[in-house]
Structure formats: C-alpha cells, structure tokens
C-alpha cells in the first residue's frame, strides 16, 4: 500500500537513507530540511504521512506537529533519539501518533508505516453507527464526536481509540490490546503510546479530566469507558 510520505529532517544523510529505504516499499517522498519548509510543503500538496524529526533547526519538530495538527489529522510519525527520553511523550502529546528510534531500522518503519495505513483506512472505512456515553455521542459512519451537542475535534488515532473503548463499553481492554486494535501492532508497540492518547482524549470528552467519569483506569490491567 504506497504512500505519499514527506520526511522534515535536517541531517541530510537520515533523510536519504529513510528516502531510500521508504521508496524501496513503492512509496513517493517528499523532503524539507525544517519546519519552515516542511508546513508550506505539506500545505501545497499533503502526504499520507508526515516522519518528523524533533531536533530541527529554528522551530523544532514539536512545533511543527503542533502546526500540522491544527490543520490536519494526517498521520504523524516522528523521530526520536532515545526512545526512555521524555521527548517521546512531548512528541505524541503534541500531536504525534507514533515514534521511531533514530536509526530508523527499515523494515520496523515500513512495518510502523504500514499500520498507520491500516489504521487510517480501518477510521474511513469503519460503520458502526452512532455510540453514546454521558453527554457524548459518537458518530462512527461520519467520523464525528459531539459533546453536549458541540463537535469535538479528534485526530484520527484519538477517534479509533474512543471507537474501541466505546465498542467495548464496560469491559476492559488491556494497553496491548489497544495498540493492536488502535495502532495495529504487537511485539514492537509502546504502551506509553495508549497511556499519551488517553490523556489526550480525556481532555476532549471529559469533564473533568483529572477525574474521568468515563474513561477511567483499572490499574494493572487497562482502560474501561463507563456508560
């Protein structure tokens, strides 16, 4: 499944090794040195996916998923240094929906790639219906989370989470069962992945989101939605 993938990344030789690599799986790549190039070229002609490396020159790969969220909820892979630094949870809190480990190894991104794709065509193509909690209704054929009558804006890693969690209301999904459904991975899934966009997600459809009512924790086992 090809894609248009642009990569932001000022070191030119990660960004010829990923270009390679990625074009070796059938996709088109485009490339920009910062963010200052990166957000106008995505605007002239969006991607598929978005790799981002937070260490950029001027303004830095937070701001650019920052910038990138509010005008898209394309999927957003950035690359990181060290996975246990907490650059990491900055990135995905920002906006991020997945991390790699510079150096990327190949066939890992492909595979991370790859599940974002599935992840976004399973969010186009999912019907389900409309699903309700509290004050929250979920319009799964159209895409669309409302509030109180008021839309929410989710990404779409934030929208199939609530999707799942609400699919399954009043059971609890384990963190690895999350990101096989969410992210669609398995051995090389990141629980700080799920535990970031619940946060994030919390913020939008709770109340009170130090205190969720709905989506809450069951400690040592994973997250339930309460109806």
Known sequence: MAARILIVEDDERIRASLRLALEDEGNTIE????????????????????????MLPGADGFELCRQLRRR????????????D??????????GADDYVVKPAEPKELAARIRALQRRA??????????LAFGDVVVDVDAGQVRKG????ALTKTEFR???????SSGRV???????????????????????VHV?????????DPANPRHIVTVRGLGYRLEP
């Open 149 to 152: 009558g008021e839309p929410v």
């Open 161 to 167: 989470l609530l999707c799942e969690l609400a699919q």
């Open 31 to 54: 490339e920009a040195a910062s963010a200052e190039e990166g957000l106008p070229a995505f605007q002239q002609r969006p991607s598929d996916i978005v790799l981002v490396d937070l």
């Open 173 to 195: 999904l384990s963190r690895e069962s999350l990101l096989e459904r969410v992210w669609g991975y398995d051995y090389f899934g990141d629980s700080r992945l799920v535990d």
């Open 199 to 207: 946060r994030r997600l919390r913020g939008k459809v709770e109340d």
């Open 85 to 94: 630094s907490h650059d990491v949870v900055a990135g995905l809190e920002a």
């Open 121 to 130: 065509a399973r969010a186009r193509g999912d019907a389900a219906g409309l």
């Open 72 to 83: 898209s909820d394309v999927p957003i892979l950035i690359l990181t240094a060290r996975s």
